[in-house]
């Protein structure tokens, strides 16, 4: 034999072991679970979802009318998402002002629901335009609920009986 061969060997065996090793221990960090394949993988946004549901070009066709949506609500939003945030961290201030934050918290509430409402004029007057069948496919997706994001800390497991 050789002598090259058992140093060759050794090194061989070495790399061998180390990527088991590796596999094993990027599988534990990952928490043992294989990922879902690409095509179970659904957005949590139930609007994205339902856009891709439709053809290519009724995609193209929507996603051309958003920019106007959001350079016109977007920053509204981003305003009343913040002033949300503001007053509950306001919360620990002394004297509390309870009446002053629920207008705080009503005031950014308006804000979005008039964002909202404006989408939802957006989406039915975009429906209108898609034929029948295509319409009916995307307003049953729109219904569909959203997909929960995953939570870490759960570990696949079987429900409990109390549970569903």
Same mark, same amino acid.
């Given at each position: 034999?050789?002598?090259?061969?058992?140093?060759?060997? #050794?090194?061989?065996?070495?790399?061998?072991?180390?990527?088991?090793?590796?596999?094993?221990?990027? #599988?534990?960090?990952?928490? +043992?679970?294989? $990922? @879902?394949?690409?095509?179970?993988?659904?957005?949590?946004?139930?609007?994205? @979802?339902?856009?891709?549901?439709?053809?290519?070009?009724?995609?193209?066709?929507?996603?051309?009318?958003?920019?106007?949506?959001?350079?016109?609500?977007?920053?509204?939003?981003?305003?009343?998402? *913040?002033?949300?945030?503001?007053?509950?961290? +306001?919360?620990?201030?002394?004297?509390?002002?309870?009446? @002053?934050?629920?207008?705080?918290?009503? $005031?950014?509430?308006?804000?979005? @629901? $008039?964002?909202?409402?404006?989408?939802?004029?957006?989406?039915?007057?975009?429906?209108?335009?898609?034929?029948?069948?295509?319409?009916?496919?995307?307003?049953?997706?729109?219904?569909?609920?959203? *997909?929960?994001?995953?939570?870490?800390?759960?570990?696949?497991?079987?429900?409990?009986?109390?549970?569903?």
């Amino acid at each position: 034999m050789p002598r090259w061969l058992v140093p060759t060997a #050794l090194f061989v065996s070495l790399a061998l072991n180390v990527f088991v090793v590796g596999a094993f221990v990027g #599988l534990h960090m990952a928490g +043992g679970r294989p $990922q @879902a394949p690409a095509s179970e993988v659904r957005p949590r946004n139930p609007l994205a @979802a339902a856009i891709r549901v439709l053809a290519p070009e009724q995609q193209a066709a929507w996603r051309e009318q958003m920019p106007q949506h959001a350079r016109t609500f977007g920053p509204r939003m981003h305003e009343a998402r *913040q002033l949300v945030r503001q007053t509950l961290r +306001g919360f620990g201030d002394e004297p509390f002002d309870g009446d @002053a934050k629920l207008a705080a918290l009503k $005031q950014a509430r308006d804000v979005e @629901a $008039q964002g909202r409402l404006e989408m939802d004029r957006r989406i039915v007057a975009f429906a209108a335009t898609l034929p029948a069948a295509d319409r009916a496919r995307f307003g049953e997706a729109l219904a569909r609920p959203a *997909q929960a994001p995953p939570d870490p800390r759960r570990v696949d497991r079987e429900p409990s009986p109390s549970r569903p």
